[in-house]
Each structure stands twice: as C-alpha cells, then as structure tokens.
C-alpha cells in the first residue's frame, strides 16, 4: 500500500513539473509573437517616408572679379538663403568667370544652354548678353547692366517676357545728380577725363549720358580708350594735363584696373570720381549710387520669386535702383588733395553711411 502511494505521489510531482514547462513553454510563445507584432509595426511605420526636400541648381556667368560684381553675387545668393534656399543645403551653383575675356563669356554661356538648370543668373552687361543668345528654355535673370535695352537683353522693360528679366544698377539720374556735384563744387574743373573700354556697351552708353550732362554746365569729355586691363594706368597717365578730373563709368575691363587710376590721380592731386560705392571705397572720392550687395538682393528676391513661387521670368518688371544718394570718402579727399566743404557733406543724405571716413 505504502508503494502504491509512493509510487502516486511521484507521479503527481512529474506531471506538475511538466504541466508548469508547458505553460512557461507557452506564455514564452505568446510573448514572443507579441514582439514580432511590435516589431512589424514599427518596422511599417519606419517604412512611411516624408517626401524629399526640392533642391535647386543654378548657373552663374559673371565677366569678370571686382568689388562690386561680387557683391552682387554674395547679395544675391544672401536673398536665397533667406527665402530658404542656400548652398550646401538644398541649392548647388555652378560660377563661371570669364576672367573679361570675351572668348571664355560664350564659351561659358554655350556649357550653361548645354546644362539642366532652374535658373541662370548673369552679372554685367557682356554676361548677359551671351547668355540671353545661348539659353532659350530656362529662366535667365541678369544684374549689373547698365542699359539693357539698348544692349538688347529685353525689349520692353516693364513687361519683358520670354524667359529673362532682371535689374539694371544704374539710373540715369545719379550721373545727372554726380555731374551736378562736381559743377557746383569744383568751379576749377572744365574737362573731365575718362578711361573707357568702347567694346563694352554699358560703358559707351554711360559715358555718352555723362558727357550729354557734362556739357550742359560747359564742360568737356576727354576719352582715353583701352582694350584690355594691362592698358589702363597708361591710359590714366595720357590723361594728366589734359582732364582737370577724372572720371570712370560702370566699365568692367576699367574698374577691373582702378587701382592704377587711383595711383595717378594721388600722384597728381587730380580729383576722381567714379559710377560706383565699391571704388569710391577703394579711393575716388565721390559717386551717387548705392550698395551693389543690395542691388543683387534685389535680383535674388526676383529669383527666389521664380523657384518658390512659380512666377513666370518674363513676367517681372525689370527694376531699377530708385534710392540714390551722394558717397563721398573723406580719406580718400586727402590723398586727391581735395579740401572738403561743410556744403559737400550736406549733400549727402545719409550721412552715417555714405561719409566714409
């Protein structure tokens, strides 16, 4: 008897211990499964992608390095960045130099037509014109261009159509308002001379506006032409004896070389105006205009316009820089041997930004 309960009891003890591992067995099981499911579903939440940032490509074509064609690229890229769109993050440029080199501008403007881009940016009149002849389908903005119609960029200025628009960085009242200035404070000056690049289109046409202006307060426009940057101190030199100042338009090739102008005219006390803040900066001593970083702002708002916003290019009015005023540079007067009147500083409007000391 004491063997047959034994015998029970060792039984229950075996089927308890495997009852147990089966509903350990079991609940292992059910938990695994519970974790596929948790997987799977953050595996298939993982699988929803957020749609893809829109990146943009542009091609710049400039002529040439100098302070105020820069400006206008920094500026216009400074516009995009703050319309959300920058390079590194979700915009790539493609610059182009042309180093003035007329040759290298179409070659330049031939390789952007051949490439896909959302848009082509050209700085300078001689730019702009090679990429307007070259780049038919995509939507063409130009900056720095004196005249853009008599170079035949647009046609119509307020409503330019095809695929170009822009802004021009002159308006003919600054070289009314700077030929003023020198009439009224520099009695002594009756010729003023200028180096000009005659290839240039904008240059032509702005010394033409300074000599109409110039001659209205009896005084003379003295030419010394150049053909490349090399030529242009030789040129300055010419106009010793002949110019009682000296004057350059907005001439890519001529500021490119102002260094040496400024160099002559130190040398010979001869005062130097320019068409331009970036050289009054660098050492003549007056201009009416403005920032060129502003006026590439400017073109860059039209530009963010265009690629965000859907605007048609040829829809945009092609701008003009309305707000003018007189620069002068006080240190710059010294090295001229210019004496600088309370009558001159007057004159100019904003006085903490446009006095440069």
Known sequence: ????????????????????????????????????????????????ETPAEKSYKIAISQIVEHPSLDATREGFLAALK????????????????????????????????????????AIATPSAQAVVQQVKDTPVLFAAVTDPLSAKIVSNLDAPGGNVSGASDTNPAATTQLVDFIAANFPNVKTVGVVINEGEENA????????????????????AAVTNTSEVKQAAESLVGRADA???????????????????????????????????????????????YDHGYQVGQMAAEVLKNGKKVGDLKVSMQEKLDLILNLKAAK??????TDDMKKAVQDQAQNIIQ
């Open 1 to 48: 008897m004491r063997k047959w309960s034994l015998l029970v009891l060792v039984c229950s003890i075996v089927l308890l211990i495997v009852g147990c591992g089966s509903k350990k067995e079991e609940t292992n099981n059910t938990a695994a499964a519970g974790n596929n499911t948790t997987a799977n579903t953050s595996s298939n939440a993982g699988d929803t």
């Open 335 to 340: 090295a001229l041997g210019i004496t600088v």
């Open 82 to 121: 703050d319309a959300g769109i920058e390079e590194g993050k979700n915009l790539t440029v493609d610059f182009n130099n042309a180093q003035g080199d007329s040759s290298n501008n179409l070659s330049i403007a031939q390789k952007i037509a051949a490439e896909k881009n959302d848009l082509v940016l």
């Open 204 to 223: 032509v046409v702005m010394a033409k506006m300074a000599e109409d202006e110039l001659s209205k307060h009896n005084i003379k426009l003295v030419k």
């Open 246 to 292: 000296l004057y350059i338009t907005l001439d890519n090739m001529v500021v490119s070389g102002v260094d040496s102008i400024i160099q002559v005219a130190q040398k010979n006390k001869i005062p130097f105006f320019s068409s331009d803040r970036d050289t009054v900066e660098k050492g003549a001593f007056a201009t009416v205009g403005f920032k060129y």
